[in-house]
């Protein structure tokens, strides 16, 4: 099972940028997908989560920028990121609770991480 972000890139204050996760396995079901970020010399921290039935909920620092999507049934989501800030940059790692398995009654569920994807700003 893998969890593979793509997106990441060189950008400017104003400008936009969507990241996108991607789910690949024996994966039966997906419950939240989340993204977190980690800016230089600084702890990972959470930006957004995208549940069951729609819900989300974003860090305060990017509430009304950024828009997390999740498509349960092709196990992807999308961070949409706009009015991108230099406080923005850093690596941006995607995590999902993934039900695993050969059949729904077999399966257990497990978390995973993506390997990251660099947002840079340009100087």
């Known amino acids: 099972v893998q969890l593979v972000e793509d997106g990441g890139d060189l950008v400017q204050t104003g400008g936009s940028l969507t990241l996108t996760c991607a789910a690949y396995?024996?994966?039966?079901?997906?419950?939240?997908m989340k993204w977190f970020r980690q800016a230089p010399g600084k702890e990972r921290e959470w930006v957004a989560t995208?549940?069951?039935?729609?819900?989300?909920d974003y860090a305060g620092s990017v509430k009304g920028r950024f828009t997390i999507t999740r498509d349960a049934a092709r196990y992807k989501g999308t961070l949409r990121m706009t009015n991108l800030k230099p406080e923005d940059a850093g690596d941006y790692y995607c995590?999902?609770?993934?039900?695993?398995?050969?059949?729904?009654?077999?399966?257990?569920?497990?978390?995973?991480w993506g390997q990251g994807t660099r947002v840079r700003f340009a100087s």
């Open positions: 396995g024996n994966i039966v079901a997906i419950n939240n």
């Open positions: 995590f999902a609770d993934l039900l695993i398995g050969e059949t729904y009654d077999e399966a257990d569920w497990f978390d995973y």
């Open positions: 995208a549940g069951r039935g729609g819900t989300t």
